[in-house]
């Protein structure tokens, strides 16, 4: 093999600067947008501490966070954990922003900002441009305006009413984020000026005004029959448009106790929930496409005479270490690695294009063979969350070089059981129930508000739609309740309703703890 010239390299060896991360900087930018076909924001890349980095992890990785004592306890955790050696750091942070802010720690060595730069810079920003969930439920050019406002109201409220009160209100709000988000309608798009607006004109009427839905409410009591007092139950549904999904939405606006300036923290904590919405359901194809990216890349770059041998190898080794997926019975198991499968995933849509075989061009008549692997994994990027790319794209190649099987786990059984395997007849059962484990409505808890008893003691009516036979974790359900009491003001009861039947399984009230 003929010696690569120095002359040609990006870089040598691993000490890097400024000048050297612009110039790997352009020639990965001139793949990623000229032989990829990638569509980016702007990119903006600050190099951070290892410290910062924790820091950055302990705020949910956002650069601009209101304070609140969870963020400090995990900033300990992680700390403790990284000077010990038992954890390592990432080596990058990206934000789903316009511009799109990359954190390189200054710690890597010049081939792994290189490699990260590839990964995040261009392949988690195309993915945060073009996927439809990102475009239907976030909006990348405010969240960072949102977040200054919300950190700056946080430290006014805390000067003005007190540290404890306001967390509080942040505690009860945090323990219900997952319960805090809009699954099937569209948020309005807003501008942080008009965000920051809106709040201030909700704040100055919501003190000056009540709220004619409660200052209208019929007294208790009359001989009111069945038929009226079902008519009753109606209008009041109506009014309050019930049943909703979104109980921090619903607290936010219909809570009888709680203050603006209380109201506007339990909207800050819900807006940061519908932004992570997406990420949440996406994150094989999320990191797989930002792995086949920087793959490709450091390929080509290599193939360009523009990195070294050794820096090859030590990239290589880092991607190994990314996709490496454990046995179920190596004590390093847990579950399925994302990057492992997003990466395989990717490549395999690659081989199907280009070199399909028989079994590829009877599963994937669509794609097999047509050459474009670029235009279909874009298209695949733009159009799919976990779950329906899993669904379309899992090959039965992959299945067998993963070893998947399908194992049922029934609550009315004494046994576990192997229902699908490897094989002919197994390949959809197994790639439908992998599918299935990605669908975040069929694994997290379906609990709505149906009623508030307006007429007596105001007591707010929610049911869980049990799926599958799964009932709530006792102790998690009732510190739960004791959250959404803490906000509502008044007692809360919680019904589990079989999906199937409709039968009521369980029944609980805030009354009882």
Known sequence: MARRGASSLLFDGSEWSFATLSRAYDAIEAIALG???????????????SEQMLDAYSSVGMPLMYQHWSF???FVFEDHLYRKGRRGLAYELVINSNPCITYLMEENTMPMQALVTAHAAFGHNHFFKNNYLFRQWTDASSILGYMDFAKKYVARCEERHGTAAVEDILDSAHALMDQGVFHYRRPPRLSSER???????????????????????????????MEEAEEEALERKKAL????????????????????????????VRVIAQYFYPQAQTKVMNEGCATFVHY????????QKKMSEGAML?????????????????????????????????????RI???????????FPDIAGNGDWRGTLLDAWENHRDESFILQYLSPALIRKFRLFHLTDRSTDRFCEVASIHDERGYSAVRTALARSYDLGANRPDIEVVDVDLLGDRQLRLRHTVKNGVLLEEADRDATLAHIRRLWGY???????????????????????
């Not at 490496?324 to 399925?336: A, L, T, W």
């Open 241 to 268: 448009n019930l049943p909703e999904e979104n109980l921090l939405y619903f607290l936010e606006k219909h809570s009888l106790i709680l203050e603006p300036w209380q109201r506007e923290l339990l909207r800050i």
């Open 195 to 225: 965000i920051t607006e809106r709040a201030r004109e909700r704040l100055e009427y919501e003190e000056q005004t009540y709220s004619d839905l409660w200052r209208t409410l019929p007294t208790a009591g009359g001989n009111a029959d």
């Open 491 to 513: 007692d809360v009861s919680l019904a589990g309703v079989a999906a199937s039947s409709g039968a009521v399984l369980y029944e609980c009230s805030s009354r009882d703890l």
């Open 35 to 49: 032989e990829m076909g990638l569509d980016v924001y702007p990119n903006q890349i600050e190099v951070i501490s």
């Open 296 to 303: 490709f890349i450091i390929n080509r770059l290599f193939d």
């Open 72 to 74: 400090g306890k995990r």
């Open 314 to 350: 030590e990239l290589l080794a880092s991607h190994a270490n990314v996709v490496f997926q454990p046995s179920f019975h190596d004590p390093r198991f847990g579950g399925i690695n994302p990057y492992a499968l997003g990466f395989a995933m990717m490549q395999d849509i690659e």
């Open 353 to 363: 294009c280009t070199e399909p075989t028989a079994e590829d061009r009877d599963w």
